[in-house]
């Protein structure tokens, strides 16, 4: 996959640099620059972006006098060298497959932009948001028409649930306002789709987004301060839908259009009475957590089984499915043949009852059928795993996993270590396996 240019503008951001970057460095996606810009911090910031450079040639730290944020990210994007853009702020993190689930979606539909649900995170608790609900490739008049339905969320007006083509900042010469400090992202991104064809949307959480004291969000904003605000960003908003939309349909539009400057954010908040809120560290599915007198063996397959865990969640979060459903799309897709409730339920370890559930709402939505229906057969009824879309993205769960799990090594030690798994394997086999 191509190369991604991934900018992290800083200010006074010391103590959050280390999670910040500790998150782009793990990223699994590995052809990565990282262009790093102190602004003008008055803490350690650009002292501990430095110690971060001389570990990973990958970093390239950048000192400059404080001008602001939105100068800050036109001094990365004049130094980017990728074939992509990435943004993030230090006050936030990346799940570890952030850049490749974008990079995929951008090179295999062949779209101008990704945008993708987030995580926000307020002090414990966090929430996945995502105003567009079905994921896929959307042209640039149906994603202006979803955008009008809540254009003050932050999922549109952001620049760091995106991934950019270079290529169409570049020649259309695309940079940050640096004369505005309201929506400065939002005008960005209304001038780049102005060039675009072709968005996807990705239903995969690819970013964790922190509340800050002091930003915009934290305040107490009435409609009045807000109606103020927006009046200077107005005019880019207005003049997008001039460009895109014919007379008429601009003129129909016209109301909803002005309704963005009472619009306020649907997926600012993370909180016990929003759906799908979770506390910080449960949102994989999957906690992990290690007895003190656990093996090494135990830790390693505990780990190793988290890891496919998420990659199988991000193929459920991409289709709509959840924890049961994957789990059980999987096991049939890898036994190649048909299955009864109790044999699923076993290697899925959940409840029959749970694995009914799932299977009925399977077999609906076509990717399972029934066979053995004969009622007057003694043979129990099963399921069966029907060839989709979900092959493709199975096995490139697995090679993910394997890139992970096998990085580093050369060949020999992985012909070894395939030689002592299946000691290993053949070893519980002779117990276990009747």
Same mark, same amino acid.
């Given at each position: 996959?191509?190369?991604?240019?991934?900018?992290?503008?800083?200010y006074?951001?010391?103590?959050?640099?280390?999670?910040?970057?500790?998150?782009v460095?793990?990223?699994d996606?590995?052809?990565?620059?990282?262009?790093?810009?102190?602004?003008g911090?008055?803490?350690?910031?650009f002292q501990?972006?430095?110690?971060?450079?001389?570990?990973?040639?990958?970093i390239?730290?950048? *000192?400059?006098?404080?001008s602001?944020?939105?100068?800050t990210?036109?001094v990365?994007?004049?130094?980017?060298?990728?074939?992509?853009?990435?943004?993030i702020?230090?006050?936030?993190?990346?799940?570890?497959?952030?850049?490749k689930?974008?990079?995929?979606? +951008?090179?295999?539909?062949?779209?101008?932009?990704?945008?993708?649900?987030?995580y926000?995170?307020i002090?414990?608790?966090?929430?996945k @948001?995502?105003s567009?609900r079905?994921?896929?490739?959307?042209?640039?008049?149906?994603?202006?028409? @979803? +955008?009008?339905?809540?254009?003050?969320?932050f999922y549109?007006?952001?620049?760091?649930?995106?991934?950019y083509?270079k290529?169409?900042?570049?020649?259309h010469h695309?940079?940050?306002?640096?004369?505005?400090? =309201?929506?400065?992202?939002?005008?960005? /991104?209304?001038q780049y789709?102005l *060039?675009?064809?072709?968005?996807?949307?990705?239903?995969s959480?690819?970013?964790?987004?922190?509340?800050?004291?002091?930003?915009l969000?934290?305040? /107490?904003?009435?409609?009045?301060?807000?109606?103020?605000?927006?009046?200077?960003?107005?005019?880019?908003y207005?003049?997008?839908?001039?460009?895109?939309?014919?007379?008429d349909?601009?003129e129909?539009r016209?109301?909803?259009?002005?309704?963005?400057?009472v619009a306020?954010s649907?997926?600012?908040?993370?909180?016990?009475?929003?759906?799908?809120?979770?506390? #910080?560290?449960?949102?994989n599915g999957?906690?992990?957590l290690f007895?003190?007198?656990?093996?090494?063996?135990?830790? =390693?397959d505990r780990?190793?089984?988290?890891?496919?865990?998420?990659? #199988?969640k991000?193929?459920?979060?991409?289709?709509?499915?959840?924890?049961?459903?994957?789990?059980? #799309?999987?096991?049939?897709?890898?036994? @190649?043949?048909?299955?009864?409730i109790e044999?699923?339920?076993?290697?899925c370890?959940i409840?029959?009852?749970?694995?009914?559930?799932?299977?009925? @709402?399977?077999?609906?939505?076509?990717? #399972?059928?029934?066979?053995n229906?004969?009622?007057f057969s003694?043979?129990?009824?099963?399921?069966?795993?029907?060839?989709?879309?979900?092959?493709?993205? =199975?096995?490139?769960?697995?090679?993910?996993?394997?890139?992970?799990?096998?990085?580093?090594?050369s060949?020999?030690?992985?012909k070894q270590y395939a030689?002592?798994?299946?000691?290993?394997?053949?070893?519980?086999?002779k117990?276990?396996v009747?």
């Amino acid at each position: 996959m191509s190369k991604v240019s991934i900018i992290v503008p800083v200010y006074n951001g010391e103590k959050s640099i280390p999670r910040c970057l500790d998150s782009v460095l793990a990223q699994d996606h590995k052809d990565i620059e990282v262009i790093v810009i102190d602004d003008g911090s008055k803490d350690g910031s650009f002292q501990v972006i430095s110690e971060y450079a001389k570990k990973d040639k990958r970093i390239i730290p950048i *000192h400059k006098e404080n001008s602001g944020v939105s100068a800050t990210r036109n001094v990365g994007l004049s130094m980017a060298t990728g074939d992509y853009i990435q943004f993030i702020d230090v006050d936030d993190w990346l799940p570890f497959d952030s850049t490749k689930l974008l990079v995929r979606s +951008m090179e295999e539909e062949d779209a101008d932009m990704v945008i993708a649900d987030f995580y926000r995170v307020i002090d414990d608790k966090i929430s996945k @948001k995502g105003s567009i609900r079905k994921g896929g490739v959307l042209t640039l008049a149906e994603y202006a028409d @979803k +955008m009008l339905l809540s254009p003050a969320d932050f999922y549109y007006g952001v620049i760091w649930n995106k991934l950019y083509r270079k290529k169409i900042i570049d020649d259309h010469h695309l940079i940050m306002d640096e004369n505005i400090s =309201f929506s400065e992202d939002a005008i960005f /991104n209304l001038q780049y789709l102005l *060039h675009v064809d072709k968005i996807f949307v990705l239903k995969s959480p690819v970013y964790y987004y922190v509340k800050s004291e002091g930003s915009l969000v934290a305040k /107490n904003l009435n409609i009045q301060s807000t109606v103020k605000m927006k009046t200077g960003v107005i005019r880019y908003y207005d003049s997008f839908y001039k460009q895109i939309l014919d007379k008429d349909d601009y003129e129909a539009r016209k109301p909803i259009i002005y309704g963005f400057l009472v619009a306020v954010s649907t997926d600012a908040f993370a909180l016990p009475i929003v759906e799908e809120t979770k506390k #910080l560290g449960e949102e994989n599915g999957s906690s992990i957590l290690f007895d003190d007198g656990m093996t090494f063996e135990l830790r =390693f397959d505990r780990l190793s089984e988290v890891m496919f865990e998420q990659l #199988l969640k991000a193929i459920a979060d991409q289709n709509e499915l959840d924890g049961n459903d994957i789990g059980i #799309l999987y096991f049939l897709y890898k036994r @190649k043949g048909p299955a009864s409730i109790e044999e699923i339920a076993s290697a899925c370890r959940i409840s029959p009852a749970s694995c009914a559930l799932a299977l009925t @709402k399977l077999v609906a939505a076509g990717h #399972l059928k029934l066979v053995n229906l004969d009622i007057f057969s003694d043979k129990a009824m099963e399921y069966e795993y029907v060839a989709g879309l979900l092959d493709d993205q =199975f096995d490139k769960a697995e090679e993910d996993y394997r890139a992970l799990c096998y990085d580093g090594l050369s060949l020999e030690e992985l012909k070894q270590y395939a030689s002592v798994k299946e000691k290993v394997f053949a070893n519980l086999r002779k117990t276990l396996v009747r």
